[in-house]
């Protein structure tokens, strides 16, 4: 059985001073960075953005794509939804994602025992893939799985947030 691969997107965001005055401050999907992403990446829609992660869906493939959002990118959020006035533009380059498939859930328990079978067994497949990228140098591609939790302040990040200091 060939162990299933997929290539994540490298996105490389160019979070530029025009974008940073348009946004909308404590809004996941219309931040700074979030546009920067948007418009780094013409393929994706539904981009949300918070201090862990940055979620992008590609609906043509109907996968998503999670990325951690880069130590620089989480300081100049916190600043922004901060109220911090910037004077310069802000690239960083996503890279590693975990890649799930798009889409609303829905609950089917005997699909669900099904595919937790199979993902076991693609897991170890996966899982000596993994160790024979990581030998010839290469980063590894979370393919399925539950994605990160998101935080408090996925959607709204106005609570809490003020007391974070960069």
Same mark, same amino acid.
């Given at each position: 059985?060939?162990?299933?691969?997929?290539?994540?997107?490298?996105?490389?965001?160019?979070?530029?001073?025009?974008?940073?005055? =348009?946004?909308?401050?404590? $809004?996941?999907?219309?931040?700074? @960075?979030?546009?920067?992403?948007?418009?780094?990446?013409?393929?994706?829609?539904?981009?949300?953005?918070?201090?862990?992660?940055?979620?992008?869906?590609?609906?043509?493939?109907?996968?998503?794509?999670?990325?951690?959002?880069?130590? @620089?990118?989480? @300081?100049?959020?916190?600043?922004?939804? *901060?109220?911090?006035? =910037?004077?310069?533009?802000?690239?960083?380059?996503?890279?590693?994602? *975990?890649?799930?498939?798009?889409?609303?859930?829905?609950?089917?328990?005997?699909?669900?025992?099904?595919?937790?079978?199979?993902?076991?067994?693609?897991?170890?497949?996966?899982?000596?893939?993994?160790?024979?990228?990581? $030998?010839?140098?290469?980063?590894?591609?979370?393919?399925?799985?539950?994605?990160?939790?998101? $935080?408090?302040?996925?959607?709204? =990040?106005?609570?809490?947030?003020?007391?974070?200091?960069?």
């Amino acid at each position: 059985m060939p162990t299933p691969t997929i290539a994540a997107r490298a996105i490389d965001v160019d979070a530029t001073m025009e974008l940073y005055h =348009r946004a909308k401050r404590r $809004s996941s999907g219309h931040c700074w @960075i979030a546009e920067a992403v948007k418009q780094a990446a013409p393929w994706g829609s539904h981009v949300a953005v918070d201090l862990q992660t940055i979620r992008v869906t590609d609906t043509q493939a109907e996968k998503r794509y999670v990325y951690l959002t880069p130590r @620089i990118a989480q @300081i100049a959020l916190i600043k922004y939804d *901060q109220g911090e006035e =910037r004077t310069e533009g802000l690239q960083f380059k996503l890279r590693v994602a *975990q890649v799930t498939k798009a889409g609303r859930r829905t609950r089917n328990y005997e699909a669900e025992k099904i595919a937790k079978k199979q993902a076991t067994a693609r897991k170890q497949a996966a899982a000596a893939a993994a160790h024979v990228q990581a $030998s010839a140098g290469q980063r590894p591609v979370v393919i399925g799985g539950i994605t990160p939790p998101l $935080s408090n302040f996925a959607r709204v =990040r106005q609570f809490g947030v003020k007391h974070f200091v960069a």
